[in-house]
Nanobody
Framework: QVQLVESGGGLVQAGGSLRHSCTISGLTFSKFVVGWYRQLPGKQRETVAGITSDGETYYEDFVKGRFAISRHSDENTFSLLMNSLKPEDTAMYYC???????????WGKGTLVTVSS
C-alpha cells in the first residue's frame, strides 16, 4: 500500500519558516515527480513546487525565492522548506507523487499551514 505521510505544518508568524516533509512508502519509484500543492480557503487547489527524478525543481512565481525543495538521504523523504511566510500562504498543503512508469498519482492527506500577521 502506497503511503505519503506528511509532517511539518502548523502555525507561524509572518516572516517565519516551516518545513513540510513528505515520506513515501510502499512503492519503488525511479522516474517520478514529487509535487506540492495547496488549497487556500474557498479556492481551488494550486501547484506550489515540485522535483523530478532527475533532480530538477520548479516553483510557482508566488513562492520562487522563498520556498526550496530537498530530497533526504533516505531518498524516500522530500521536504519543502518554506521561508518568509506570508499570511496569504495560509492553506492546506499536500504532497503528491506521480510515478511516471505507471502513470499513477498518489496523494498525502495534507497538513494545515497557518501564517499569522
Amino acid at each position: 500500500q502506497v503511503q505519503l505521510v506528511e509532517s511539518g505544518g502548523g502555525l507561524v508568524q509572518a516572516g517565519g519558516s516551516l518545513r513540510h516533509s513528505c515520506t513515501i512508502s510502499g512503492l519503488t519509484f525511479s522516474k517520478f515527480v514529487v509535487g506540492w500543492y495547496r488549497q487556500l480557503p474557498g479556492k481551488q487547489r494550486e501547484t506550489v513546487a515540485g522535483i523530478t527524478s532527475d533532480g530538477e525543481t520548479y516553483y510557482e512565481d508566488f513562492v520562487k525565492g522563498r520556498f526550496a525543495i530537498s530530497r533526504h538521504s533516505d531518498e524516500n523523504t522530500f521536504s519543502l522548506l518554506m521561508n518568509s511566510l506570508k499570511p496569504e500562504d495560509t492553506a492546506m498543503y499536500y504532497c503528491a507523487l506521480r510515478d511516471i512508469s505507471s502513470g499513477m498519482d498518489y496523494w498525502g492527506k495534507g497538513t494545515l499551514v497557518t501564517v499569522s500577521s
